[in-house]
């Protein structure tokens, strides 16, 4: 019986083993091409990582030695200070460098003082003037004295004959000698020089390397790879103060050769896929444990050294809103962290009565980001009610993208500090009290010699007076007891001028700083001064400029290194040396204005203060040991005198010096700052 053309209801077993088999092989294939797939790509990626870090590592170096250079010009101008000398030395950096092509030393109008070219190169600038290289010199350095350090100008092409050219840049820096500005060192590079010998030939044989811009354009072109086979490129970025390049980095893609038997690819490339990313997984896995047991561990350091810090840190966003505090700024304004993360203006430490202030300050901070660098002075309140004063110093925060997202601020409590500085001023003030009743001590004896003439003259008087009253009363002499009387007061006067000079140097204790006029500090100690010349026969000579501006100071403080100073002039001219007859027994004190510099600051008034003797002057010993407190070559002495008055002229903001007098003696003078 025929069933021809009846369907069949089950297909052959054959037929179906082979579509499984048919299906096994295709998935087989396709997880073969699959797997080769992934692992050229793998083969690739590591390559191109590589080879990246590679061009990092070049970037690197010429970053390096870049910045070996900047070291290397800097130390130029400090042995050549002249042009003269400074030719010599340029030729010769320039002969060990190849990759410079011309130095420069330019004034602060940036006008070329002196110059030199490459050796090896020497119609560079043979074809076009340099003068058409101006713009970028002048922008290079006017960024450089914004930077006050090196900056680099774009690059740009340089025509040469016959068709060359060259890619150069401009690197120019300022010059600096005493701490005042002295022009700019400029210095021309080539881009392919710096390819050539600021990178490692053997390493880079195979390699192709070159500059280029950040449009893609190329620059300048060191080596390129050998053959027509396709290659790998990484590129690097090599950021420079004004100027940023892009270096990049070719290397051939190594091809792989095909297995020989089919079936042992496939099997050895499932094996080794499976191997592969068994070791993959495992390295991930080990790689992220290992991250994150850095980060946990780069985390419990970060946060035990913010515990353990004394200064208070506080992290605040672009609104003002407290991100962070560490303990130390919990304990000073004695809340907890949960209680002021969170908290936004006004502040919760801010006193009160302050508060306007304080939130107009934040708010103009915030809008324009000023932040200064040596910090500002505020107070703030604890939670108790009690006042501290603090040191506030601000930086931004910058997160990985660039971009600012708050402030990070570092407070210091000032109260241990103010308390400090409260002790050293009283032990200040009873220090200079105590040297100034050792002053009047040493002076008793001619205050004593000077009280007698004017009471014996009373006494006298007086004597006159009683004898004048015993005559009858119709020839008593009303003229001759008239001027008796006259002269017994102004000796009384006389006397109470001594004693009132003495008791006002003593008691005067206010520590408040006015404008005092020169004359009038000379005129409160020349009583004093005049009593120790006339004993010791030395003339005493004043001379104040005219129109001599007045002192902001404290009176009492500077009266006492006038007085000092000239006392110690005079006791160095003992009786007899210099003698009488050679003019030189002599005590001068000069005041006149001056004008100081300060750096780059602009002129300051000063008024100068000199005492000049004619003794025997300092020598080398007695010199190195001038101001050391407690140090005095008489036997009577304290030494604490020029200790004292150098420090009282440096609390002014002054300077107290010393130097050889002509013929003989030593000639002190001191300054104090004109009164505004």
Partial sequence: ????????????????????????????????????????????????????????????????????????????????????????????????????????????????????????????????????????????????????????????????????????????????????????????????????????????????????????????????????????????????????????????????????????????????????????????????????????????????????????????????????????????????????????????????????????????RLAGQTLPREGYESVFQRSDGKRFPVLIIEAPLIDAQGKQTGFMSAILDLTEQRRVEDLNRTSQERLQATARLATVGEMASLLSHELNQPLAAISSYASGAINLLDQPAGALPQADLSQAMRRISEQAERAGRVIKSVTDFVRRREQVREAVSPRTLIDAIQPLLVLQAKKQGIQLQIDIAPACPPVLCDRTMVEQVLLNLARNGMQAMPTGDPALSTGLRLLKINVFRTRLHSGGEQQKAWVTFEVSDHGLGLSSEVQEKLFTPFFTTRAEGMGLGLSLCRTVIEQHGGALTYETNQPRGTVFRFTLPKSD
């Fill in 1 to 364: 019986m025929s069933f021809e053309g009846a369907p069949h209801e089950h297909s052959d077993p054959g037929s179906r083993r082979w579509s499984l088999w048919a299906a096994l092989v295709l998935l087989v294939l396709v997880l073969l091409v699959v797997l080769v797939f992934l692992a050229r790509e793998y083969e690739e990626g590591r390559d191109q990582q590589a080879l990246e870090q590679e061009a990092a590592a070049v970037a690197s170096d010429i970053r390096n030695s870049l910045l070996r250079n900047v070291q290397t010009l800097q130390s130029l101008n400090s042995v050549a200070p002249t042009a003269d000398s400074w030719n010599a030395p340029a030729a010769e950096l320039l002969t060990q460098h190849r990759e410079l092509m011309r130095l420069e030393w330019r004034d602060n109008a940036q006008q070329i003082v002196s110059h030199r070219d490459t050796p090896y190169l020497s119609d560079l600038f043979g074809y076009l003037d340099r003068t058409r290289a101006v713009a970028d010199v002048k922008l290079a350095c006017d960024n450089a004295q914004r930077l006050s350090g090196p900056a680099y100008s774009s690059s740009y092409f340089w025509p040469m004959r016959d068709g060359l050219g060259m890619e150069l840049m401009e690197m120019c820096l300022p010059v600096v000698r005493s701490g005042v500005p002295n022009g700019f060192l400029v210095a021309t590079y080539s881009l392919p020089g710096m390819l050539s010998e600021f990178t490692k030939r053997d390493e880079l044989r195979s390699r192709g390397l070159s500059f280029n811009d950040a449009d893609g354009t190329r620059l300048a072109l060191h080596r390129m790879v050998p053959g027509t086979r396709r290659t790998l490129s990484a590129n690097a970025v090599l950021e420079l103060p004004g100027h940023t390049l892009i270096l990049q980095l070719q290397s051939p893609r190594l091809v792989g050769g095909l297995f020989p038997n089919v079936l042992t690819a496939v099997v050895s490339a499932l094996s080794l896929a499976l191997l592969a990313v068994l070791a993959l997984l495992a390295r991930d896995t080990r790689l992220r444990q290992r991250a994150e047991l850095e980060v946990g561990d780069a985390l419990a350091f970060r946060k035990a050294m913010e515990d353990s810090l004394v200064t208070g840190l506080r992290a605040r966003d672009m609104t003002g809103r407290i991100t962070y505090v560490n303990p130390a700024f919990c304990d000073m304004v004695g809340l907890s962290a949960e209680q002021l993360v969170g908290t936004g203006l006004p502040a919760p430490w801010w006193p009160p009565e302050l508060v306007d202030e304080y939130q107009q300050r934040q708010l103009v």
